[in-house]
């Protein structure tokens, strides 16, 4: 054989050039509100939840009559906007983040199970799938939070558990498509435990194919705490969640339309930008990495 | 001489589908033993079953497995773990996909040795780059951090090797491992083998349907045809004396200059291997046999034709390979 030549690693996916900015702005959408979640409150000078009825429903810095201590304006009662969006993000990342990791485990565990053992595991791990379809998300988060009562942990955890099902759909196709790939053969040949096959050949193999369902799940977790919040049925006031802000100002639309529609945009920024960070992730290592 | 690898009438079974009917198989130690046959007869599976590593729904049996002294059959899975990828490592036919894409080459060899030693890391390493120099690879340090997709074919099918040789096997079980190379990387890889087994002492079972290969580096041949060995003999006396019929016909189908006339038509065996359900009587190649009477439809007894010599036929031995029946 003759010398080998320097290897060049070739980028795995020709992806688009607009798919490339769609991913750039993504996760600067992404970094933005990230940042915004974790320093903000702590660099701006207004307090999310001080009270000043003298000062209610200032309108924003565009707008006539504003205030340049508020310089998204004030809700209802007086309070900040631009540090109640602000600390709202951080509520939405947190949610966004822990029942993607609630539902993560649920899932991945239930699909990677089925797809390995196939069976009556994987009879067990559909039953569940189909289970879990079947029931409406919205319906079964509000009698949950009607029942025991509201509480950032408790729309976590019901969110959690109810939106494992794409995780586990996903885990368990390509699953079932690692498992008979010739290097899962030569571990086993290798002497290599189930356990070790499991967790170190199969997991990250698929794990590309998770990290963009995990995105997919984020963005609809943040929208359905808004949705929940707006209903009056997930984070409790005073928090301001941007569902609640939303729902807190559909009274005012029609005088002060700003503040619904600030919390809106910034919802409808973050869940766009989540999902472009997705695709993104998709065409980088979607399908060239299985191979 | 104590065989290494011994296994007696093994049966393999695949719900209504028999894949491997009463195959016996003797490896000894450090003889290159091919096996050889056409898609579907068996090779593979027999590797698998002697593995224990069978797809789900199949199921073995056989009078006697034994691997060093070690009876297989009744041995539970967390030794049987122990012995693979330790005593007996295995290589497979697709380098493209033999290898975990997630890990780099150093780190997937080095997890083998330390699995079954409790060797450090840094051993493990170490002992890789000793192999990856031996199976020829250039540059081992450089290799050591490179991902699967960084490697040729030829590459790749080293890093196999080095792989399967961490661990000192006594049985190296390569499933046609040169079908995916080209030519030139073929022989390479042949040699390379030949000569791993002369230096580690190994023996190889090699599964393969190129009778090319088969002459070049075999010591005894087994031939399999429908989940049964039809014949077993050193490799030179097979391709002398070659006494089942189905094995004339493999052998008639390889062209080799200067013997065959070149205004004839290459042999070639009518019809395919046919699926065989339990229970199924007499010789399996009678349906595409020029030789076949009645007596075929009844067991048939193996026949020895001399030395370690001997085949699955109702035929005589006979002296030469007369020219196949037009």
């Known amino acids: 054989m003759s010398a080998p030549l320097a290897v060049q690693v070739v980028p795995a996916a020709a992806a688009s050039r607009i798919g490339k900015a769609g991913f750039v702005i993504g996760i600067a959408i992404v970094a933005v509100v990230a940042a915004a979640a974790l320093f903000g409150n702590a660099l701006l000078p207004a307090d999310p939840f ?22 998204l304006g004030t809700d209802q009662l007086g309070r900040d906007y631009l540090a109640r969006l ?9 949610i966004g983040i822990m029942t993607v990791i609630a539902s993560g485990l649920i899932g991945i565990t239930l699909g990677v199970l089925g797809g390995f053992f196939g069976g009556r595991v994987d009879d067990v791990v559909l039953f569940a799938i189909t289970t879990r379809l079947s029931i409406p998300v919205v319906l079964v988060a509000l009698a949950v939070v009607g029942l025991l009562g509201s509480g950032l942990g408790l729309v976590v955890a019901t969110l959690g558990l109810l939106l494992w099902d794409r995780f586990a759909v996903v885990a368990r196709a390509t699953t079932m498509q690692v498992r008979t790939l010739d290097y899962v053969s030569a571990a086993w040949c290798a002497g290599a435990s189930t356990a070790h096959i499991l967790v170190k050949e199969i997991l990250p193999n698929i794990a590309s194919h998770l990290a963009v369902v995990a995105t997919l799940e984020m963005a609809l977790a943040i929208l359905l705490e808004a949705a929940l919040s707006f209903l009056g049925l997930g984070v409790p006031p005073p928090l301001p969640s941007w569902g609640l802000m939303i729902a807190e100002g559909k009274d005012y639309m029609f005088f002060s339309p700003w503040v619904i529609m600030i919390p809106g945009v910034a919802l409808f920024t973050l869940v766009l930008g989540i999902n472009l960070v997705g695709d993104g992730l998709r065409n980088l290592l979607g399908t060239e990495r299985l191979r | 001489m104590s065989a290494l690898l011994d296994i007696e009438d ?24 091919c096996l050889v046959g056409e898609s579907g007869c068996g090779k593979s599976v027999t590797a698998l079953a002697m593995m224990n590593l069978l797809a789900r729904g199949g199921h073995r049996s056989a009078r006697r497995m034994t691997f060093a002294g070690i009876d ?23 380098p493209m996909t033999s290898l975990n894409p997630a890990y780099t080459v150093g780190s997937q060899m080095a997890e083998v040795l330390t699995r079954h030693k409790g060797a450090s890391r840094a051993a493990a390493l170490d002992r890789a780059v000793e192999l990856m120099g031996r199976v020829g690879i250039t540059a081992p340090q450089m290799r050591l951090g490179q991902f699967p997709h960084q490697l040729s074919g030829g590459l790749r099918q080293r890093v196999m090797i080095a792989m399967a040789l961490m661990c000192d096997p006594e049985l190296l079980v390569a499933d046609e491992p040169t079908t995916a190379l080209d030519v030139t990387v073929q022989a390479q890889i042949l040699r390379l083998l030949a000569s791993l087994k002369r230096e580690f002492g190994l023996s190889i079972l090699l599964i393969t349907h190129d009778l090319g290969i088969v002459a070049r580096v075999a010591d005894r041949v087994s031939v399999m045809y429908a989940g049964e ?17 189905y094995t004339r016909g493999l052998l008639s189908c390889v062209p080799v200059p200067g013997r065959v006339r070149r205004d004839r038509p290459l042999g070639s065996i009518p019809g395919t291997v046919p699926a065989i359900a339990p229970g199924f009587a007499g010789c399996a190649f009678r349906s595409r046999c020029a030789h076949a009477i009645e007596v075929c439809e009844h067991d048939i007894p193996r026949r020895p034709a001399g030395g370690a010599h001997d085949y699955l036929c109702q035929l005589l031995p006979r002296e030469r390979a007369e020219p196949q029946p037009a």
Do not use: C
């Open chain 2, 229 to 245: 060995v039809v014949e077993r003999a050193p490799a030179a006396e097979l391709f002398r004396a070659p006494q089942h019929p």
């Open chain 1, 50 to 71: 001080t009270q000043d009825l003298g000062n209610r429903l200032k309108p924003p810095f565009w707008m006539d009559g504003t205030e340049s201590a508020h310089p």
């Open chain 2, 72 to 94: 297989l059959l009744s041995l539970p899975d967390r030794a049987m773990a122990r012995i693979r990828g330790n005593r007996m490592s295995m290589i497979f036919q697709e």
């Open chain 2, 10 to 33: 093994l049966e393999v079974t695949f719900g209504r589908t028999a894949a491997v009917r009463g195959a016996s198989l003797r490896v000894e130690k450090g003889e290159t033993h």
């Open chain 1, 86 to 94: 602000v600390y709202g993000a951080r509520i939405s990342l947190l």
